[in-house]
């Protein structure tokens, strides 16, 4: 079945410091959804990408549509405590079914 | 505006028990999705259900796991005779349907089998 890395599988970064995370896939992709889930709650749609090469903001958040359409990039600008969290990359089957294929996250940890 | 509810939140269960998990989705939305995920791990489909409809239960154990979403009343996902292995945050999610992939998901529910 359709598989989804992301990398880096973990971070530990300063208040301050710019954050960047990317999702891989094996299989063409049209359509790229990023969440972000906080300990003990449920995944809270970040961004969402629907053509190749596009690029969407959200705050301080960027989100990129690889040209490839295999892959998708999330920025995190001036990070602050509130980022921490685990972030997921996910995306529909490529069969017109609306099922979505979650990837592995990013661990994000603010270092004091 | 509501968002997803779910409830309970969190519901311990003996093994052998049976589990009923409810999911109210989003004003307007009439697709709703059904998620497992373990400690540590990403969130794994089981089940996409419209009114009255189950659309894709590939993802769903076939034994002892069964899903609704009636014409009244908030969707259901019942585990029958619940094995240690059933543990997990069971989230929700709904959508609007069509070209639209964007799902929305509720706080899950926390289930433990002792």
């Known amino acids: 079945g359709q598989q989804l890395n992301q990398s880096p599988q973990s971070m530990f970064i300063q208040e301050g410091e710019d954050v960047s995370m990317n999702c891989t896939s094996s299989?063409?992709?049209?359509?790229w959804l990023w969440y972000k889930q906080d300990p003990g709650e449920g995944p809270v749609l970040l961004i969402a990408?629907?053509?190749?090469?596009e690029l969407t903001s959200n705050g301080r958040l960027t989100a990129q549509f690889g040209i490839t359409r295999k892959d998708s990039f999330l920025n995190i600008s001036a990070s602050i405590p509130s980022d921490v969290g685990i972030y997921f990359c996910?995306?529909?089957?490529?069969?017109?079914?609306?099922?979505?294929?979650f990837g592995t996250g990013t661990r994000l940890t603010i270092i004091p | 505006n509501a968002g997803v509810m779910q409830n309970p939140r969190h519901l311990v269960r003996r093994r052998g028990q049976e589990a009923r998990l409810r999911c109210s989705p989003m004003?307007?939305?009439?697709?709703v999705y059904w998620y497992r995920q373990l400690p540590e791990e990403g969130l794994k489909f089981m089940v996409y259900?419209?009114?009255?409809?189950?659309?894709?239960e590939s993802g769903m154990p076939k034994e002892r796991f069964s899903a609704e979403f009636p014409k009244e009343g908030p969707s259901i996902l019942r585990i029958q005779q619940v094995v240690r292995g059933d543990s997990a945050a069971y989230f929700c999610?709904?959508?609007?349907?069509?070209?639209?992939?964007?799902?929305?998901f509720g706080p899950g529910t926390r289930l433990t089998v002792t």
């Open positions: 999610a709904s959508s609007p349907g069509g070209q639209a992939y964007e799902q929305y």
């Open positions: 299989s063409i992709f049209n359509t």
């Open positions: 990408l629907y053509k190749a090469g």
């Open positions: 996910a995306g529909p089957s490529n069969f017109g079914n609306e099922k979505l294929t």
């Open positions: 004003k307007g939305h009439s697709h």
């Open positions: 259900l419209q009114k009255e409809n189950i659309i894709d």
